[in-house]
């Protein structure tokens, strides 16, 4: 399938991946994949290679995470603030998303095989009605699908994701469906674009990079963050390990005071 | 089978957890002292080729000559730390400390928040997850002109230090810019939901400790932080 890529583990990656199996794992991991323009730049071909290169990236890297029982992935493909960038580059990255959501539409039996649902969280309006479409058709093809889940964020920022749940809240209470008592940290949650999905675990930047980048401010607040040097179409399977061993590393704090955040919650709410 | 696997998983992290106390033991020596050359050496050997190798944004141990006392007295560090500050490509404008360490430091964290100003740095925030700073406040802002006292010396009419602390009736930010930098002490990677909506372009550094912090490492934040390219999405 185009969007896993197929084939498994090496020897070594599989016994790897068992030794830190035997820790806690994440349940969602959340990936910035940051880099395909300076690996584009690094390997002397267009920034579109370099952008293409990161898809197949992408699709190695969620075969990774199925080995490794990672069921939900979040990944953030396009920002509302890249439409910024010229208009070559915005068309190229469009027709990419084209291309990959139409070939997508014509694995049906392989999503089905997997059991991938796929969510696409962003301003989806301010995409080009066609991909709109595409997007629709395939949200709606895999939405039955709970084998593991694949959120792509697309015209997405997180201020926008917020704010545009704030505003549902406000009109709840304007329409008289909600008392301005019920509007809390617990409801904003519910009406974020990630409502059906847990908290990510681990958020991977790569890159380099030492910021959110707008990206899911609200649900990685008590995340543990890792920042990797490697550029995202170098991304290895020891890449992924290392960032969850720290991920493990971090486990029992993070546990705690994520029970400490969530009875504080359930008694202000 | 997975009794085995286990019992290598929990080698495994023994070994990291050695590694790390052994990395915090070498930073934590005197500086002085005979041979130190040589623990700095080893404390930067140990540093390299370790296992996660700390990610970018990571500072692993004190660079050398961090103990070396310049002298002038207070009127000649105001001087150097405002040169400092001149020194570099770009400062913050507002600087974060965010602390996830168990026992905070008041005395420490009056000299990072003294530094700031000194440097040029006019707005900070003080965040540990647990709301230790924030309760004693008022022993917190004590230290601060304490540490105002010793280091940039009695005139201390050229630095006022406002605290815009919040209570539950005002929980806005009080006008203060977005944190361009966020400097994060302690073992935990993790912003322990430090102003989420306010760190969306934050650059995020990560320091061992805020204990025994010396001006060098805070420095060399921020030349790191000066270092930073930021895209802004282009």
Same mark, same amino acid.
């Given at each position: 399938?185009?969007?896993? $890529?197929?084939? #498994?583990?090496?020897?070594?990656?599989?016994?790897?991946?068992?030794?830190?199996?035997?820790?806690?794992?994440?349940?969602?991991?959340?990936?910035?994949?940051?880099?395909? $323009?300076?690996?584009?730049?690094?390997?002397?071909?267009e920034r579109q290679q370099g952008h293409s290169q990161g898809f197949d990236k992408l699709a190695q890297t969620l075969r990774w995470c199925l080995n490794l029982g990672i069921r939900e992935v979040t990944v953030y493909a396009f920002s509302i603030e890249n439409f910024k960038r010229s208009k070559e580059e915005v068309d190229g990255l469009m027709d990419l998303a084209r291309q990959k959501f139409s070939r997508l539409l014509e694995e049906q039996e392989n999503l089905k095989k997997h059991g991938v649902c796929i969510r696409v969280l962003g301003d989806l309006p301010l995409l080009p009605l066609d991909i709109q479409e595409l997007i629709a058709q395939a949200v709606?093809?895999?939405?039955?699908?709970?084998?593991?889940?694949?959120?792509?964020?697309?015209?997405?920022?997180?201020?926008?994701?917020?704010?545009?749940?704030?505003?549902?809240?406000?009109?709840?209470?304007?329409?008289?469906?909600? #008392?301005?008592?019920?509007?809390? #940290?617990?409801?904003?949650?519910?009406?974020?674009?990630?409502?059906?999905?847990?908290?990510?675990?681990?958020?991977?930047?790569?890159?380099?990079?030492? $910021?959110?980048?707008?990206?899911?401010?609200?649900?990685?607040?008590?995340?543990?963050?890792?920042?990797?040097?490697?550029?995202?179409?170098?991304?290895?399977?020891?890449?992924?390990?290392?960032?969850?061993?720290?991920?493990?590393?971090?486990?029992?704090?993070?546990?705690?005071? $994520?029970?400490?955040?969530?009875?504080?919650?359930?008694?202000?709410? | 089978?997975?009794?085995?696997?286990?019992?290598?998983?929990?080698?495994?992290?023994?070994?990291?957890?050695?590694?790390?106390?052994?990395?915090?033991?070498?930073?934590?020596?005197?500086?002085?002292?005979?041979?130190?050359?040589?623990?700095?050496?080893?404390?930067?050997?140990?540093?390299?080729?370790?296992?996660?190798?700390?990610?970018?944004?990571?500072?692993?141990?004190?660079?050398?000559?961090?103990?070396?006392?310049?002298?002038?007295?207070?009127?000649?560090?105001?001087?150097?730390?405002?040169?400092?500050?001149?020194?570099?490509?770009?400062?913050?404008?507002?600087?974060?400390?965010?602390?996830?360490?168990?026992?905070?430091?008041?005395? %420490?964290?009056?000299?990072?928040?003294?530094?700031?100003?000194?440097?040029?740095?006019?707005?900070?925030?003080?965040? %540990?997850?647990?709301?230790?700073?924030?309760?004693?406040?008022?022993?917190?802002?004590?230290?601060?002109?304490?540490?105002?006292?010793?280091?940039?010396?009695?005139?201390?009419?050229?630095?006022?230090?406002?605290?815009?602390?919040? %209570?539950?009736?005002?929980?806005?930010?009080?006008?203060?810019?977005?944190? %361009?930098?966020?400097?994060?002490?302690?073992?935990?990677?993790?912003?322990?939901?430090?102003?989420?909506?306010?760190?969306?372009?934050?650059?995020?550094?990560?320091?061992?400790?805020?204990?025994?912090?010396?001006?060098?490492?805070?420095?060399?934040?921020?030349?790191?932080?000066?270092?930073?390219?930021?895209?802004?999405?282009?």
């Open positions: 399938m185009s969007w896993i $890529r197929e084939g #498994e583990l090496t020897i070594i990656e599989r016994f790897c991946g068992n030794i830190i199996k035997a820790g806690p794992m994440p349940k969602h991991v959340a990936f910035i994949m940051d880099g395909n $323009r300076r690996y584009a730049q690094k390997c002397h071909v709606l093809a895999t939405r039955n699908y709970n084998k593991c889940f694949l959120n792509v964020c697309f015209a997405y920022t997180s201020r926008h994701e917020i704010s545009n749940a704030v505003r549902e809240m406000a009109w709840g209470v304007e329409q008289g469906l909600l #008392e301005p008592s019920d509007v809390s #940290e617990s409801l904003l949650d519910k009406c974020l674009y990630t409502s059906n999905s847990p908290d990510p675990d681990l958020l991977i930047r790569t890159s380099g990079e030492v $910021r959110l980048s707008d990206f899911l401010l609200w649900q990685t607040s008590h995340s543990c963050l890792v920042f990797q040097s490697v550029l995202w179409p170098e991304y290895s399977f020891w890449n992924l390990c290392e960032a969850i061993l720290r991920f493990q590393m971090n486990y029992s704090a993070l546990q705690h005071l $994520r029970m400490w955040t969530d009875s504080y919650s359930f008694w202000n709410n | 089978m997975s009794g085995a696997l286990g019992l290598v998983w929990r080698l495994l992290h023994a070994l990291l957890c050695l590694q790390r106390a052994l990395l915090a033991w070498l930073r934590g020596r005197p500086a002085g002292g005979p041979r130190s050359w040589l623990w700095r050496r080893a404390a930067s050997a140990a540093a390299s080729c370790a296992l996660l190798a700390p990610a970018a944004g990571t500072f692993a141990f004190r660079k050398a000559g961090a103990a070396r006392r310049r002298p002038g007295g207070a009127a000649a560090a105001r001087q150097r730390w405002r040169l400092d500050g001149r020194a570099l490509q770009k400062l913050p404008v507002h600087m974060g400390l965010v602390v996830t360490e168990e026992e905070p430091s008041y005395a %420490d964290m009056a000299s990072l928040v003294v530094w700031c100003m000194a440097v040029g740095i006019s707005y900070v925030s003080v965040y %540990d997850h647990n709301g230790i700073f924030k309760r004693n406040n008022s022993r917190l802002m004590d230290e601060i002109l304490k540490r105002q006292q010793e280091l940039l010396g009695l005139d201390c009419s050229k630095y006022t230090v406002e605290f815009a602390n919040q %209570d539950k009736a005002d929980q806005g930010t009080n006008g203060f810019p977005d944190p %361009d930098l966020v400097l994060k002490f302690g073992p935990v990677d993790s912003t322990l939901g430090f102003l989420p909506w306010h760190i969306r372009l934050t650059e995020i550094i990560s320091l061992p400790s805020h204990l025994n912090i010396s001006y060098e490492d805070f420095f060399s934040a921020l030349r790191h932080y000066a270092a930073c390219e930021q895209r802004w999405g282009k």
